[in-house]
C-alpha cells in the first residue's frame, strides 16, 4: 500500500511516501514555481509515485481552502490565487486513490497530536513560523477545523500596539508582524541588509543588534497572540516550529515574558509554549495522517 503527503508551504512544494522509517533525506521538494504550477506539483507527485498503484495522498495546503470542493486559493501562488481544484486534479492524476485535504495548520495540529509536542494533552496550539505563520488548534483531543475548513490561522490573530499592513489586507496582523517574510522587511528598514530569515537568526547569534531587535519584536508578538489565544479556548499547551524559532532565547525569552505578562487568567497558570521537535516534517507527517484517516474512514 503506497500512500503520498503532499505540502503546499509558503516557500516550498514537498512530497513524501509515508513509511515507519521516513526520515528528512526522503523528502522530494521543489521553491514554489511562480507560473505552471500544477505541472510542477503532478512531476514532483509521478516522481516519487515511481509508476506504482497509490492507494491515499493527503495534501496539507496554505489557505483559504475550501474542504467541500477540495478548491485551493494560497494567496503566494499567483496562479492559484483565484482558486485551483487541487482535489479534483490528484484524482485525476490517481485514479485509484483516495485524495484527502486540509488547511496546512490542521495538517500541523494533527502531526503534534500524533507524534508530537501535543500527544498528551487534549487541547492546544501548534505553530510553524517560517516567511508565513501556519497555526492549528486541538479542542477536546480533537482538531479544529471550521466551517470551510480554514480555522486556526492565527496569523491573522490582530496583536496589540501594531499596526502594519498585512497580505491579507488587514492591519496589525500578528504575521504582518512574526512571520518571516515581515521581520526581514522591518529588519531591512532599521538598516540591516541581509534577506532571509536563515540570515537573519544567524546575524542575531552574531551579536548584530537589528537582528535581536526583529526577533524581540517577533517574540513579543507571539506571546501576546498565544496569550489571546490561550484565554479564548482555554489551552495548556502551546507548541512553535519553523526556522524563526532557531534564534534561542534571543525568541523565546521575550515570547515567554509576553506570556506571562498576558496570560494572568486564574485557569492559565499552567499554559507552556514549546519548541517542536518535528521540525520541517510537521506538515507533510499532518498530511500522512490525513491519508491514512481517509482510507480508515473508506474501509469502515
Known sequence: MTVLALEVGPTRIAAIEIADDVGPDQVK???????QTWERVR???QDIAAGRDIKAVGIASGGPIDMSSGVVAPSHISDWEAGFPLVDSMEKLFPAATVALALDGVCLSLAERHFGGTREVMDSLAMYVSEAI????????FVVVGRTGNAGQIGHVLVPGYDVPCSCGGRGCLEAVA?????????????????????????????????ISALER??????????????LLDIDRVVVGGPVTAAGALLWKPLQNAIAMHARLPFLPGLRAIPS???DLGLLAGAGVLALSSIQQQQS
Open 29 to 35: 521538494q521543489i521553491p514554489v514555481p511562480e507560473r
Open 277 to 279: 521537535e518535528l521540525g
Open 218 to 231: 517577533a517574540g513579543t508578538a507571539l506571546g501576546r497572540a498565544i496569550a489571546s489565544v490561550a484565554a
Open 43 to 45: 512531476e514532483l507527485m
Open 134 to 141: 501556519v497555526g492549528g488548534v486541538m479542542v477536546g483531543g
Open 179 to 211: 512571520g518571516g517574510a515581515a521581520l526581514v522587511k522591518w529588519a531591512n528598514g532599521q538598516g540591516w541588509g541581509g534577506a532571509s530569515v536563515e540570515a537573519l537568526v544567524a546575524a542575531a547569534g552574531e551579536g548584530q543588534q537589528v537582528a
